[in-house]
């Protein structure tokens, strides 16, 4: 996919909450949205005038609400908050109101497992890793090097008691090590890399062992540094190591809220998705632009196509704990039947719409820009967005499909997908800023990418709005044909996306150092 225009229409513009004519809390409209319930009196939905009812006011008055629902929890929307569950459940509600929709939440379990660790010895910092399913604690305590990679109970000698057993990784799993340690009496544990770098982020692999032994505090230290104080050890000199984790591991429940238009053909689906989770607990997290940006644009196509009759039923997703590994959609994609799987005619994912150094990304549904297209029908869905930016004199720039956002479910089971994206980490380069009123080259489309700062000052409001227009634009138009997107089988295209992220992916998806009980 190519830039489409060499036009860009001047709105650039941070939002704040400061203009109350701009902002209305409670979402009372005038007339409501949707009231008469029969679709038979309903108009069919006209995307060049649809896209008129979107209007910011709207959008930021579900910002604010989004606000007030993080100070339910610390100020995060983290999966299994308070500030979550408020949000899953104002979503639900005004849909509910509108009369136009079958709602349900759909409910699972999911354990939740975050922390972090710090590590000291004789007073020197040390860079330390946490292990996914670590438990919490504080050990000030000598290190005891452990015989062999501690894999047998043997390899850990009485004096290892009430100390932290300093282990070389290598041959069984961190939680056997760990297991052991703590059945030989350690009050924490230090496991060093056998390569000179890091360990990184690792797992214990399960909650618990209790064939072998209690878990204990536990980090990481990379090889050069655990063989440094090993060294030290065995030369006769006493090393006193500070270990302190600071973790959570529990089941949370958490819920995706489905709501399917009442109206239209329920065998060819149009299904529209965006995550309602902030990043992981931590000091002021909203998560206003990462995705409450598409969460809200999508629940506001929604109310408005309550007005509406349509020719395809559009079923909008708002998914949980993306920020977890896409766990939301991932469950909702395992959990579908064939038949139910084959109904699904298309699927269209908005995170990240608002960034506040923004630029207005499609994803490439045809590969001609990376290589990487997605199931036959997905490159008309890049088309119809195109095409919308292209007619407003708006420029337009593939994004990658890389399987890291909720689309990703979909792709492995074959339904054609799309979406759009304003850009999180990457810096924007000098053409890039000449392309998109406002940009500023060398500096991230998003700065505050989970940061505390991704509040509604974060949100760039004109992009915003056109962003969701361009959603409500496309939603609509496949809402009333599906001329483009092949109807025949699925077949599966893509292993890699339904992969579970590793804890070290999602360990950048964490605001501040500190973990909250939420």
Known sequence: MKIISVYVLALVGVATTQNSDLVRIGNNRGGGHGIDSHTHRKPFIVPSTFIHAVEARNLLNHANQFVKFSELSNGTRAFGSKGHNATVQYIKGLLDKTNAYTTEYQTFPYLYSEGNAAFSANGTDYTTAWFTYGPAGDVTAPLQIVAGV?????????????KIALILRGTCAFGIKTALAGAAGAAGVIIYNNAEGSIGSGTLGEVSRPELGPYVPVGSLSGTDGASLAGVITSGTQVIGKLHVNAITDTRYSSNVIATTKAGDKTNLVVAGGHTDSV??????????????????????ALLLAEYNVTS???????TAEEFGLVGSTHYVASLGDTERQNIALYLNFDMIASPNAGYYILDGDGSAFNSSGPAGSDHIEWTFENFFYAHKLVSAPSAFTGRSDYGPFLTVGIPSGGLFTGSDGIMTAEQAQWWSGGVAGRAF?????????????LNVPYWVWNTKAAAHTIASYALSLVGIPRGPRVAVREFALTKLSHDERRHHTCGEEIFEL
């Open 150 to 162: 501690g894999c047998e109970l043997d390899d850990y000698p009485p004096e290892v008691s009430g």
């Open 446 to 458: 998003d700065p505050c990418h989970h940061q505390a700062c991704d509040g509604i000052s974060n």
């Open 280 to 301: 992981a607990a931590g000091p002021i997290c909203n998560g206003i632009n990462d995705d409450g940006s598409g969460t809200m644009g999508l629940l506001e196509v």
């Open 313 to 319: 039923a559009v079923r909008f997703a708002f998914w």
